[in-house]
Structures are given as structure tokens and as C-alpha cells.
């Protein structure tokens, strides 16, 4: 199963463990294929670096560097139109239809509300829990 992480699940599940943790957990017991695109994996190296800051003592640069080693980079142009209310959120749906993704895990509102868009599933981070790996 292809999975796309919105950043904030990613960073949730680096720096503060949790719900978000058990999905990064299940990941690296290669329960589902996490898909990337330059533009999502910019934007998790850039809320990486300022969380980093805030948060001495955690490093994310080594979970960074084995989520773009084990994960599928996909190219994802973007959308032939605006999906989300967040313009900056189409970077996930892209991701997610050009990778061949099923779901999108994140806790956004404004990209919850697009779930089913071309057949991608957008979840909160306990709905996949409890549904693919609980």
C-alpha cells in the first residue's frame, strides 16, 4: 500500500511520537511504501530545519535521510487546477495521484475535506491507525 505523509504527521511522529509515531513505526517495519515528490520532501526538510531550532537535542536529519532512502521519489506535476482551500496542500494530492498513492495521512482540515479526490483517501493519522495498521 502506497501511503503520502502530510508534513505535519511526519514531524509529529519525529519530534513528539504518539499516533504520528506508530505510523513512522509501522513504515520501518515496511507495513506501507511511503511516496514523495521533491516538492514534499522540500517542505519536510524546510518544517524539519525550524523544528529542529525550536527543539534542541532531536535530530531529524538521520529519520530525513532514511525517509528519501527507503521511500519512492515520484516526479508530481502540478495539478491542472487548485484543489484545496491551502493552495500549499495540492503538493500532497499531486504526490499521492502520481505515485499511485491510496491515502494521505494528515491532520489538516483543509486537505481532510478533499478525501476521494482521483480515489486518494485523505485520513487523520488514527483513522489510518486504527484502520491499515492497528
Given amino acids: 500500500m502506497k501511503v503520502v505523509l502530510d508534513t505535519n504527521i511526519l514531524m509529529s ?15 520501518r517495519q515496511g507495513r ?15 518544517v524539519a530545519g525550524e523544528l529542529s531550532e525550536d527543539y534542541g537535542g532531536i535530530e531529524a536529519d538521520a529519520m530525513l535521510a532514511l525517509i528519501v532512502s527507503k521511500s519512492a521519489m515520484m516526479d508530481a506535476p502540478p495539478l491542472s487546477r487548485q484543489i484545496c482551500e491551502d493552495p500549499d496542500d495540492d503538493i500532497f494530492i499531486a504526490c499521492a495521484v502520481a ?4 491515502v494521505i495521512v494528515s491532520g489538516d482540515k483543509l486537505l ?16 489510518f491507525v486504527e484502520e491499515f495498521i492497528r
Avoid at 499516533?19 to 509501522?26: D, K, N, Q, R
Avoid at 506501507?32 to 524546510?46: G, I, K, N, Q
Avoid at 481532510?112 to 483513522?127: D, E, H, I, P, W
Fill in 13 to 27: 511522529g519525529i519530534f513528539f511520537a504518539g499516533v504520528p509515531g506508530e505510523i513512522l513505526s509501522a513504515w
Fill in 32 to 46: 506501507f511504501e511511503l511516496v514523495l515528490s521533491p516538492d514534499v520532501m522540500a517542505e519536510y526538510e524546510r
Fill in 112 to 127: 481532510l475535506k478533499v478525501s476521494a479526490y482521483q480515489g486518494v483517501r485523505v485520513m487523520t493519522a488514527r483513522q
Fill in 99 to 102: 505515485g499511485g498513492a491510496i
